[in-house]
């Protein structure tokens, strides 16, 4: 009820302001009637005649969000609030190469299934084998408006618009100079932010032709973790296993916060098991470990103690982040019948994150090692070793797990080159008949440094010290092999912290250059029209476009070869290409049947269709019927139904075999039966009663020697074919005269996808092996157990045709302008969204699973944006509400089979509030300044979350100036 209140708030507040500014208004009318190329069609027509639903977020609202950006300020919007930027592209949260990389999804359906366009036309992806584009790579000044159109998009602009599309209309015939500076810092004194920007463009031949170049830069300072006070001891807390509920009491919550939690038995300084029970005995500088309290059944962690604290250690929360941005556009119209256009771009953006160190579970260190302390040394626990080994000839010794933080902290940097280049001719051939033909062309080049990469071998040599038979100086035992693969080795002391000579790390780590290259190719040509030259319906001519595409993609991927050979610390990686083309031939169709008259302004029915032939894949058949129905001119309701595909991508299709390093938890332990399906404890019984072990005392979380990381491979799957959505969409339109300037819209959309392809995470390979009807599924043969302890050893993911995913919901938009006689311009805009829907199912037959309402999951059920804006002369004053209600901490089946789980107050996030203001002032007609506030109230995350519902950011300030001449 609460929420419900809350967004009808807003809703009540945004009605009830342009109410009020409508009794003193002599509204601007924005027309409607004008006949223009809309995202989401080839036809010429006025607005009002499209049926998609479609959001446009204009330039000026960009601007007035201080965000340099623009896939920033797009996550607000609730159909993008999915989307994976900011916060979420650095530190440890970023797959190999793809630090700094932002990336739009929307409603929830994956970045593979948002189709990023640019003036309607496709953009070059910035990740190698996948058709997500960066939006670093689009120019945040240069941009006229981002239109989101929702469902399914193939009919028009082919594969890949299965859930909509995202259409960057950028600036056209720029006359001038324009330019734009600012500079933002966060209350805390980070987090720095450098914009700049610069404009210019001519129009000559008496305007026939038109020429521009804009330039613009942008520099985000990283942010780290530790910087943020309330994410580090004694403030930063998590939700742990009870140790007062062991064994689980139904009436007592399963999980508690707990604070100043810890990796278990593993230290920076190292922690030494003397006895090999897998109980740390002593730190790496011969002191008594303190194991703290150790939270059994949590999966090898510890509150207090000597082991390695948690926070910190994912890196950073930002990335830092450089771009450079150059972009040439120019037309000529010769004639009527001929206009040529062009346009290239160049970017080159850096990226840099610390990620999280590197780590070593159980090395063996015997007490020859001279760096080991006495303490340890006389400690030894004789035969030990052997008995672990299961070997008689092992000498004596300790096992030391160590997080490596002396070595230097793993750190990512990627930078990436983007060339993109148009060119076309366009004309009438008469007044009823146009044509359009282009060529696309896009490349991404991009280098990923992993600095301080960590040489296995060497490391391995470094670590293992003897004492030298001459000296008694510390030597690697190497040295004193006559054919020592290593003669420059420099012994490394891991007893301790930051004892290690310098050097020694010179000789184990290795800067490792990784490089990628996409590439992208379109040849596009149409021909639009109406038949009003000879044929008109009571409701006007009939519109028509058709036309032929042909589009190659290819990507390659090549990790530097220590990389590929696995030589190093980073999960081995082998070279990858690929590639396709695609044939593809269209049309589309518009028909007006009635138009001004009684019972019906506007009637109008459409339809497109699509036929494409993958090099790959095969052919496939895209369409899309439409209709609008206006009774009267205030009212008009539209609808659409469509069939779309996307074909699976160069990585899902190519992708060889790689490593894969995980921390799973395993579904089958005796405290997880109950977060997943109904059919999970029986499947687990299943798997385990045939490696002859008892599911009932099955506990690997209670076992120190299977919480570390397993080994894995992924790859792509060459049998993949297209997954397949039906969508529809239905809604109404409201423009009432009686209130000019004023607008209103609601639509259902609802999007679902059969033969989805999925690829699954480790960890969720392993609940989805046990989560579906019985154990005969693909998923349970990807996973292999030790056939003596049941523990998961490996697994292999990689995807396949064989999930189902649905959304459904309501997007609301409500925009009102106007100007008054003395209290100056007035905006209101309100975009809203009811999430209904989103639902996953792994394979035919198999539960249902929904998202709605989960923080994990970024599906909000409710989210809205409020922006008001005041003009009043050189004055304007700007501001800005993003909220989205209360989300789930748990997934539903945890409750459902666990409703003990939690206490109350921690089954939910809280909700979304976070306000920005913005003042700008105009000096004269040339120069302006503005400053700002977003994150105005210093919202913060929620309860264990680093960057949700808001980031960690907090408050922050920004000022700049424009200039135009």
Request: hydrophobic share 35%; aromatic share 10%; with cysteine.
């Amino acid at each position: 009820m609460k929420t419900i209140t809350a967004f009808a708030a807003l809703m009540a507040t945004a009605a009830w302001t342009a109410q009020a500014f409508a009794q003193q208004a002599d509204a601007v009318e924005d027309d409607v009637t004008e006949t223009i190329v809309i995202t989401g069609t080839r036809i010429s027509r006025p607005e009002l005649d499209f049926a998609n639903p479609v959001t446009t977020l204009s330039s000026e609202a960009i601007a007035q969000s201080g965000k340099t950006n623009v896939a920033d300020f797009l996550t607000q919007s609730p159909a993008l609030v999915g989307s994976r930027t900011g916060s979420l592209t650095g530190g440890s949260e970023t797959e190999f190469g793809e630090a700094g990389l932002n990336l739009l999804d929307l409603r929830n359906l994956g970045t593979d299934r948002t189709l990023v366009l640019v003036d309607g036309r496709r953009h070059v992806s910035a990740l190698a084998g996948s058709a997500a584009v960066d939006i670093n790579a689009i120019p945040t000044d240069l941009i006229e408006a981002v239109d989101v159109l929702t469902g399914g998009a193939s009919a028009i602009y082919g594969a890949d618009g299965v859930s909509g599309v995202v259409n960057f209309r950028l600036k056209r015939d720029f006359e001038g100079i324009t330019a734009r500076g600012q500079i933002g810092i966060s209350q805390r004194g980070d987090g720095g932010n450098r914009y700049g920007a610069i404009t210019a463009g001519t129009n000559f031949s008496e305007g026939r032709g038109n020429i521009a170049a804009a330039y613009e830069y942008n520099k985000e300072d990283r942010l780290n973790e530790l910087r943020r006070s309330r994410l580090t001891n004694p403030r930063a807390a998590g939700l742990y296993r009870n140790q007062a509920d062991l064994p689980d009491d139904p009436n007592i919550p399963d999980v508690i916060p707990y604070d100043d939690v810890r990796y278990a038995d593993s230290a920076r300084m190292g922690a030494v098991d003397v006895d090999f029970d897998f109980a740390s005995d002593f730190e790496g500088n011969g002191n008594v470990y303190d194991r703290g309290l150790v939270l059994e059944e949590s999966g090898g962690y510890a509150q207090g103690g000597s082991s390695t604290p948690v926070d910190g250690y994912q890196g950073d929360l930002f990335p830092g982040l450089e771009r450079h941005l150059v972009n040439v556009l120019g037309r000529y119209e010769f004639s009527q019948g001929f206009t040529l256009f062009a346009e290239g771009k160049y970017v080159r953006t850096k990226a840099w994150t610390q990620q999280q160190p590197t780590f070593d579970f159980y090395l063996f260190q015997t007490p020859e090692n001279p760096f080991m302390p006495d303490s340890i040394r006389n400690a030894i626990v004789p035969g030990a070793a052997a008995a672990y080994f299961e070997d008689p000839d092992t000498p004596d010794g300790v096992l030391l797990t160590r997080d490596h933080f002396d070595l230097g902290i793993n750190f990512e940097e990627n930078r990436r080159e983007t060339l993109r280049g148009v060119i076309g001719a366009s004309g009438k051939f008469s007044e009823r008949l146009k044509y359009e033909v282009s060529y696309v062309y896009g490349q991404t080049k991009t280098r990923t440094v992993t600095r301080g990469n960590r040489l296995e071998a060497e490391w391995q040599a470094a670590v293992d010290v003897v004492s030298d038979p001459d000296t008694g100086a510390p030597i690697c035992r190497t040295m004193l092999d006559p054919d020592n693969p290593f003669p420059n080795c420099v012994p490394y002391n891991i007893f301790g912290e930051y004892l290690r000579d310098p050097a020694a790390i010179d000789f184990v780590t290795t800067d490792s250059i990784s490089r990628a290259k996409v590439t992208q190719h379109v040849f596009s040509g149409s021909i639009s029209g109406d038949t009003g030259a000879f044929l008109e319906l009571p409701g006007g001519p009939i519109g028509f476009a058709f036309g032929a595409e042909y589009r190659k993609e290819s990507s390659r991927f090549d990790p530097d070869p220590l990389i590929a050979d696995g030589l190093t610390w980073a999960p081995t990686v082998q070279p990858a290409r690929g590639s396709f083309n695609v044939k593809e031939v269209f049309a589309e169709i518009n028909v007006p049947i009635l138009k001004e008259v009684p019972g019906a302004h506007l009637l109008s029915v459409g339809g497109a269709i699509r036929l494409s032939d993958y090099s790959t894949i095969g052919g496939t058949t895209t369409w899309k019927v439409d209709g609008v129905y206006a009774p009267i001119r205030d009212v008009s309701f539209r609808a659409t139904y469509s069939q779309a595909v996307r074909a699976p991508n160069i990585a899902e299709l190519f992708a060889p075999a790689d490593g894969s390093s995980n921390f799973i938890v395993d579904p089958c332990d005796t405290q997880e039966l109950n977060n997943g399906s109904s059919t999970r404890e029986a499947n687990c019984a299943a798997i385990l009663s045939g490696l002859g072990i008892d599911p009932t005392t099955f506990s690997p979380s209670s076992d120190p020697s299977s919480t570390v990381f397993t080994e894995g491979l992924s790859s792509g799957n060459p049998d993949l074919k297209e997954e397949t959505a039906k969508t529809w969409t239905a809604g109404v339109v409201l423009r009432p005269r009686f209130l000019p300037g004023f607008s209103f819209s609601a639509d259902w959309y609802d999007i679902k996808i059969k033969d989805a392809i999925n690829t699954p995470e480790a960890e969720e390979l392993t609940e989805l092996c046990v989560d579906q009807p019985t154990i005969d599924n693909p998923f349970c043969p990807a996973i292999t157990r030790d056939p003596d302890t049941g523990f998961i050893t490996g697994f292999v993911s990689r995807p396949d045709n064989v999930a189902q995913f649905r959304t459904a919901g309501l997007d609301v938009t409500l925009a009102y302008r106007a100007a008054t006689d003395t209290a100056g311009t007035f905006g209101v805009a309100l975009t809203g969204n009811y999430l209904d829907r989103l639902e996953f199912v792994a394979t035919p037959g198999a539960d249902l699973n929904s998202n709605v309402g989960e923080a994990d999951e970024y599906a909000p059920r409710y989210s809205a944006t409020l922006d008001l804006t005041w003009q009043k002369g050189p004055l304007t004053i700007a501001y800005g509400i993003s909220w989205f209600d209360k989300t789930r901490r748990f997934p539903t089946e945890y409750l459902t089979g666990d409703p003990d789980y939690a206490d109350s107050k921690y089954l939910w996030v809280k909700e979304k509030w976070e306000h920005e203001i913005q003042v700008s002032y105009d000096v004269g007609e040339r120069f302006g300044i503005y400053g700002g506030v977003n994150n105005l109230f210093d919202a913060k995350p929620g309860f264990e979350y680093t960057s949700y519902p808001v980031s960690a950011m907090g408050r922050y300030f920004y000022m700049g100036a424009t200039v135009s001449f």
